[in-house]
């Protein structure tokens, strides 16, 4: 009978829990930026609105998962569902420091 390898939970749990921190600093961080962007072409003020938009939910589905962590929910599960949007909101992380470097160097 072969036995499979089997996993601790603490570290993934706080594995998890790191991931869900990194998605929610960066998501308010962007939301902080694109809610005081001021633009003059409509477009632009338009793309702000829904990235503002994307990033609040990537914040809100990031905090629903972190505030109730119960007990007996698979953190494997947890843990893979939470790369997506931590890379997206990581992504739009650098892109506005990108453009705030940007602009100090004009």
């Known amino acids: 009978m072969q ?40 477009r632009r003020r338009i793309g702000a609105l829904v990235l503002t938009l994307v ?3 990537l914040l809100v589905e990031s905090l629903y998962f972190v505030v ?16 997506v949007p931590m890379i997206a909101s990581l992504f739009i992380t650098l892109l506005v420091l990108r453009q705030i470097i940007n602009r100090r160097k004009r």
């Open 68 to 83: 109730p962590h119960l007990p007996g929910l698979d953190v494997r599960l947890q843990l893979a569902t939470g790369v």
């Open 3 to 42: 036995r499979e390898a089997v996993l601790p939970n603490l570290p993934l749990e706080t594995l998890s829990l790191a991931e869900r921190a990194f998605t929610i600093i960066s998501s308010a961080f962007n939301v902080a930026f694109f809610v005081s962007y001021r633009a003059g072409a409509r």
């Open 55 to 57: 990033n609040m939910a």
